[in-house]
């Protein structure tokens, strides 16, 4: 049995297709888009050194932006898995550093919105008030679990293997004696 279909359902049909096949086509191309376009996602791809990546880079310079991200990937041989492989590391890398930057030149002003913040009469301002006569030493801060977590720039590995347990193994008792904390 041979069913017509009309014009209009037909293309609404290639076009529920073309929505289901969307993820696992052009993907690095959706990539580049979330990071606000292609040029932008270049200039990330320029913070690896590997020289497959560079190789790309090059070949999307010379068509003047006007390839596709994985079209010049496959015309430089590079699978789009291994493009954003190389490429993390070196955002991490390059961006670590830029956050404890911005982190330095802010914590004035994140300080001062802090001081403002304690100012508050009411518990508005508890938490920030609490906050900065722990850090002036003026209240003990309760003892605890403090957890750090460390960014290796290499291989991107889990979180769990790169938190660092600082819990403190002695606790001063008021008499200035020290007590072993069971744990």
């Known amino acids: 049995m041979v069913h017509r279909v009309g014009m209009k359902e037909t293309a609404l049909a290639k076009a529920e297709l073309k929505s289901l096949s969307m993820p696992y086509t052009n993907t690095i191309d959706e990539v580049a888009r979330e990071f606000g376009g292609a040029k932008a ?59 404890k930057m911005l982190h330095a030149l802010n914590q004035p002003k994140v300080m001062k919105a802090s001081i403002t913040s304690a100012l508050v009469i009411g518990p508005e301002g508890l938490g920030d008030r609490k906050m900065q006569m722990e850090m002036a030493g003026f209240i003990k801060a309760p003892a605890g679990t403090n957890i750090f977590n460390q960014v290796n720039v290499g291989d991107i590995e889990s979180f769990e293997d790169n938190v660092i347990d600082v819990t403190p193994t002695n606790v001063q008792s008021p008499d200035n004696q020290t007590e072993p904390q069971e744990g």
Request: charged share 15%; aromatic share 10%.
């Open 41 to 99: 996602f270049i200039k990330a791809c320029k913070l690896s050194t590997v020289p497959a990546v560079q190789n790309m880079v090059r070949i999307y310079e010379t068509y003047n932006g006007k390839k596709a991200v994985s079209a010049c990937c496959e015309q430089a041989d590079l699978q789009p898995v291994k493009l954003i492989e190389y490429v993390a590391p070196a955002m991490y890398q390059w961006n670590g550093p830029v956050a």
